[in-house]
C-alpha cells in the first residue's frame, strides 16, 4: 500500500494541474456556446471524460490515504437518508432498498462526501452481485467493540462506535475473493466493467477516517460490509444547503500565484469573469515584485503551496507583514499528507483541491473573503 501510495501522491501534483486546466477551460467554453450548438456534445464528452481522470486519481488517493479530507461532526442516519433517491436510481427498481437507521446513533466526525463515496461504492458492488434482483438493506447502530472483538479482528480497536452496515442477498464471495477483496486494481468483474478501484477506496477513506471495516460473505448467501467509526460526542452541525445558481461576483483585488502557466490562465480568466481585479505572479519572487508595484489595496492571496523558490507559506507569511490584513486561500494538486509536509500549512488555512472549475474557484474566493 505505501508504494502505491507514493505512487499516487507522486502523479497527483501534475496531473491535478493538467486536469484542472483541462475541466476549466471546458467549463467556460460550454459557457459561450449556445445550448442547440452542435460543438456542447463534443466538449461535454472532455468533460465527462476529465471528470471519470479526475475520480481515479481521487480513488488512489483514497485508497493510499493520502487525499485531503474535511471532516465534520455528522450523523450517519442522515447521510444515509439524504442518498435516498440517488441510491433507488443507482440499483434500480429489480433491487429493494431498505433502512433501518437507529434512532439514539451517536454522532461521528468524517468528510461527508467521501461517506458519500463509500456509500455509493458499496451499493454499486451489491448491485452488481445482484444481477436477477434481490434485496440491499443499509443499517447503523451504536456498538461498543472490546478486547475480545479486537483481538480477533486485525486492526480494529477497542471502543465505542457508530456501525454502517450494507447487506445484499446476492451471489457472495469464497474465501479466495475476500483475501483480496481491498486490494487496488483487483475486481472479478469482467474486463471493462470495473477499475477494481471501487472497494479499495472504501478501505482507505474508513482507514484514514480512524475507523475499521469488516465483511462477511459465503458464495450464494450474499455480502453484508460493516464500517465501524469512531462515536463522539459533540452535536452535529447542521449541512449546509446546496448552492444553487452561480458563484456570487466581487470586485476585490486578488494576487494569483501559480507555476503553471495553464492553471495561472484559468484563474485569471475565471476570476475575471466574475468582476475581480486579478494580479498573476508565475513564482512568489514575482509576486513580490507584483505586490512592490502595485499600490491599491490586495484583498486575497490565492497561491499554490509548493512552487520554485519561496513556498505559497513563506510567500504568504512575507506578504502578511507588508499587507497587513490580506486573506489567503491555498491551492494544491498535492495530497493532503504532501500539502502539510512540503508547504507547512497553519492549522485552519484555507484551501483548494485541484482540479477545481471555475465555479468552484469562485466560490471558494468568495466564501474566504466573506468568512
Known sequence: MEAVGQLAGGIAHDFNNLLTAILGNTQLLLRELPPGDSKRGDVEEIRKASERAASLTRQLLAYSRRQMLQPVVLDLNVVVAEMDKLLRRLIGEHIALVTVLAPDLGRVKADPNQLEQVIVNLAVNARDAMPEGGKLTIETANVDLDEVFAQAHLGSVPGAYAMLAVTDTGSGMDATVRAHLFEPFFTTKEVGKGTGLGLATVYGIVKQSDGYISVY??????????????????????????????????????????????????????????????????????????????????????????????????????????????????????????????GTLPSGSAFLQKPFSPDGLARKVRDVLDA
Not at 263 to 278: D, F, H, M, N, T
Open 217 to 342: 460473505s459465503e458464495p450464494g448467501h450474499g455480502s453484508s460490509f460493516k464500517i465501524y467509526l469512531p462515536r463522539i460526542a459533540t452535536p452535529a452541525r447542521a449541512a449546509a444547503g446546496p448552492q444553487k445558481g452561480g458563484p456570487a461576483r466581487g470586485t476585490e483585488t486578488v494576487l494569483v500565484v501559480e507555476d503553471e502557466p495553464a492553471v495561472l490562465s484559468l484563474s485569471r480568466r475565471a476570476l475575471e469573469a466574475q468582476g475581480y481585479v486579478v494580479l498573476a505572479a508565475s513564482d512568489a519572487a514575482a509576486a513580490l515584485r507584483v505586490v512592490e508595484r502595485h499600490g491599491g489595496m490586495i484583498h486575497l492571496l490565492l497561491t499554490d503551496v509548493v512552487m520554485p523558490g519561496l513556498s505559497g507559506r513563506e510567500l504568504a507569511d512575507q506578504l502578511a507583514g507588508q499587507r497587513p490584513g490580506i486573506r489567503v486561500l491555498y491551492m494544491s494538486g498535492y495530497p493532503g499528507d504532501a500539502v502539510v509536509q512540503h
